[in-house]
């Protein structure tokens, strides 16, 4: 059985949202961040980076969540892939796109607004992502103009991937409702069982 080593939070919550979705039992693993446990020795083994998420598949070891969720889907043949090389490919640019462009700016202003001390606080980050995510949005809002999904009528992959990064507005404090499309897709995907099982953002 996959064991996922971090709770249904942060970057793990894409993994976890996946496994609910295509119905694969899995072993979820607590990585306890207050006790350290994501930099002791037996974790580091595992994932070097002392991140979450990292799943164990017998013997074969996994981390960066994009990569997670490509390989579990491949694994089981999901549905949730694309039907055609180009599909897949189309999955792969939103989903790195997202992790890079949506994600990493949001991050970037929750960090600098919520976890930095105020005399350390980068304001030049701050508005360098704040700069930034007028510009994803909206590109991401047009992808959506008139599409029930990022690929079209049909849910994939791309959904979960790049909705998880998108939900990091949540730590950020970011308002994204002006995004008409991007609202109401996330609305929508909240409605789906997986999804709603796990609130965002999730508690530990
Ligand atoms: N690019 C990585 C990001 C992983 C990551 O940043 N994980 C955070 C939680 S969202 C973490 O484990 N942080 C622990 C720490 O910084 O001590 C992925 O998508 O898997």
Redesign the pocket.
Known sequence: MIKIY?TK????FRCHVLMIEMGIKYEEVK?D?EKGD??KPEYLKLNP?????CIVDGDFVL????A?NKYIATKYNSELLGKTLEENALIDQWSYWA?LEVQANL?AIAFQKFWVQEADRDEKAIKKAMDELPKVLKILDNQLEGKEYILGTRFTLADINVASCVMAADFAKYDYSAYKNVSNWIANLNKRPSFAQIPFPPKK
């Open positions: 971090g939070m942060g970057s793990a990585v961040f994501q930099f980076n002392g991140k979450i998420p981390w960066e969540s994009m997670i992790i991050y």
